[in-house]
């Protein structure tokens, strides 16, 4: 009896022990909520500050770091990337834009404006520039009536967009990013949204051009010079982060410091969102996850072997994986090609659009081989045998013939 409660009390206390043990790493992984460290064989990111945090490959859409990336935050400024997104989508650059009363309020509401007055007339190519340079709320707003009839249409094509864009968690309420409480956004929705951002180059060209030069209007006396605020393309500023080809971030009291932007290395190009920040740390941070994102993984071609693929076949997996550690599945085939998908462990890190292999087509090859077997079947069952006796029975009566011939001769 004592030998088994001694077990008992020791099987306790190693309970206990393993309990104690356990528990601070659960509440530190919990804590930091970076879901990709998870991932069996995949390079573990450092946590950051910031509430969340995405960082995403933009060919393959491969989710390298995520840090609650889908908590629901407010998005700040960085809405304006939406705002200009649909703007170089449904207008010219050439198109004019006339300042109403609507675009004039932005002056007023206590956010960044280039101080447009009623009347003033603004190309759309200077509008834009103002809005990604300059975060000018006065003409984010009239872009918006312009575009959309009203603000609060365009807010409509805003949220629209979203959807076609596959998030899920985004509801939009101003082209400007200012504080609203039905307002939210995820890291990994806006990385979404820059994505197909990224894919217009008109967007390129203006996210990461450094100053902009709006000239005289028709009411302005002067030249408006916008220089680009945006730290990670700033050489001066301690931020800088050299393969950074343009973003947007914003700060207000209900978001706190938001930042999404874009960079290529080495013809890989990586998407970084960081939400609900300190004041000041979202640049630095968004390069250090850059940074991990760079230096932690490389692009595999898969097409080069597979003759049945159309497109894509390219994969981001972390430096040193081998091709057969990926596992795939296949979609259902339609119009004579099929979607693969590739999965590093559970990640996805890659699509391809794959030729149906056809069936070959047997119909008259089928009829062939049912001819064929008829002929044997035949053959099998008219023997040669009666030829033969046709053939001697034929070859006697001409004998006899001769015989009877030259017998009537002689007679």
Same mark, same amino acid.
């Given at each position: 009896?004592?030998?088994?409660?001694?077990?008992?009390?020791?099987?306790?206390?190693?309970?206990?022990?393993?309990?104690?043990?356990?528990?601070?790493?659960?509440?530190?992984?919990?804590?930091?909520?970076?879901?990709?460290?998870?991932?069996?064989?995949?390079?573990?990111?450092?946590?950051?500050?910031?509430?969340?945090?995405?960082?995403?490959?933009?060919?393959?859409?491969?989710?390298?770091?995520?840090?609650?990336?889908?908590?629901?935050?407010?998005?700040?400024?960085?809405?304006?990337?939406?705002?200009?997104?649909?703007?170089?989508?449904? @207008?010219?650059?050439?198109?004019?834009?006339?300042?109403?009363?609507?675009?004039?309020?932005?002056?007023?509401?206590?956010?960044?404006?280039?101080?447009? &007055?009623?009347?003033?007339?603004?190309?759309?190519?200077?509008?834009?520039?103002?809005?990604?340079?300059?975060?000018?709320?006065?003409?984010?707003?009239?872009?918006?009536?312009?575009?959309?009839?009203?603000?609060?249409?365009?807010?409509?094509?805003?949220?629209?967009?979203?959807?076609?864009?596959?998030?899920?968690?985004?509801?939009?309420?101003?082209?400007?990013?200012?504080?609203?409480?039905?307002?939210?956004?995820?890291?990994?929705?806006?990385?979404?949204?820059?994505?197909?951002?990224?894919?217009?180059?008109?967007?390129?060209?203006?996210?990461?051009?450094?100053?902009?030069?709006?000239?005289?209007?028709?009411?302005?006396?002067?030249?408006?010079?916008?220089?680009?605020?945006?730290?990670?393309?700033?050489?001066?500023?301690?931020?800088?982060?050299?393969?950074?080809?343009?973003?947007?971030?914003?700060?207000?009291?209900?978001?706190?410091?938001?930042?999404?932007?874009?960079?290529?290395?080495?013809?890989?190009?990586?998407?970084?969102?960081?939400?609900?920040?300190?004041?000041?740390?979202?640049?630095?941070?968004?390069?250090?996850?850059?940074?991990?994102?760079?230096?932690?993984?490389?692009?595999?071609?898969?097409?080069?072997?597979?003759?049945?693929?159309? @497109?894509?076949?390219?994969?981001?997996?972390?430096?040193?994986?081998?091709?057969?550690?990926?596992?795939?599945?296949?979609?259902?085939?339609?119009?004579?090609?099929?979607?693969?998908?590739?999965?590093?462990?559970?990640?996805?890190?890659?699509?391809?659009?794959?030729?149906?292999?056809?069936?070959?087509?047997?119909?008259?090859?089928?009829?062939?081989?049912?001819?064929?077997?008829?002929? &044997?079947?035949?053959?099998?069952?008219?023997?040669?045998?009666?030829?033969?006796?046709?053939?001697?029975?034929?070859?006697?009566?001409?004998?006899?013939?001769?015989?009877?011939?030259?017998?009537?001769?002689? @007679?």
């Amino acid at each position: 009896m004592k030998i088994k409660n001694l077990f008992i009390g020791l099987l306790a206390l190693g309970t206990v022990f393993s309990l104690i043990l356990q528990t601070p790493v659960r509440a530190a992984e919990a804590a930091s909520g970076i879901t990709t460290n998870s991932i069996s064989g995949w390079p573990q990111g450092n946590d950051i500050t910031s509430a969340a945090a995405v960082v995403m490959e933009e060919s393959t859409d491969t989710v390298i770091y995520a840090k609650n990336m889908d908590q629901q935050l407010f998005p700040g400024s960085t809405v304006k990337v939406m705002t200009t997104l649909l703007a170089l989508e449904n @207008s010219q650059l050439t198109d004019q834009v006339t300042m109403t009363a609507t675009g004039v309020s932005g002056v007023t509401d206590g956010g960044a404006n280039i101080s447009a &007055q009623l009347d003033e007339v603004f190309t759309m190519e200077q509008c834009l520039h103002a809005i990604m340079l300059a975060s000018a709320n006065d003409i984010a707003l009239q872009v918006a009536e312009h575009l959309g009839g009203s603000v609060e249409g365009f807010v409509q094509m805003m949220n629209t967009k979203a959807a076609e864009l596959g998030c899920t968690n985004t509801i939009f309420t101003n082209p400007t990013g200012l504080p609203d409480e039905n307002q939210h956004t995820t890291a990994h929705d806006m990385a979404l949204i820059m994505q197909a951002a990224m894919e217009n180059e008109t967007f390129r060209t203006i996210a990461g051009t450094l100053s902009y030069t709006i000239t005289a209007t028709n009411v302005s006396g002067g030249d408006r010079v916008l220089t680009n605020k945006f730290a990670m393309i700033n050489a001066a500023d301690p931020a800088y982060y050299q393969f950074c080809i343009g973003g947007r971030e914003g700060y207000t009291e209900a978001s706190g410091s938001t930042l999404v932007c874009g960079a290529e290395k080495n013809g890989v190009t990586l998407i970084a969102v960081v939400l609900q920040g300190a004041s000041g740390t979202t640049a630095s941070e968004a390069g250090a996850l850059l940074n991990y994102g760079f230096d932690n993984f490389q692009m595999i071609s898969l097409g080069d072997t597979d003759f049945n693929m159309i @497109s894509g076949g390219n994969v981001y997996v972390p430096v040193g994986a081998a091709t057969d550690s990926l596992v795939t599945k296949d979609g259902a085939v339609e119009n004579g090609q099929y979607t693969r998908q590739y999965f590093f462990g559970e990640a996805p890190v890659g699509t391809a659009v794959m030729a149906a292999v056809q069936e070959q087509d047997t119909t008259l090859i089928d009829e062939s081989q049912k001819n064929l077997k008829a002929a &044997q079947d035949f053959s099998q069952k008219h023997t040669e045998i009666p030829y033969y006796l046709i053939a001697g029975g034929g070859l006697l009566v001409i004998l006899f013939l001769v015989f009877m011939i030259v017998k009537i001769a002689k @007679s």
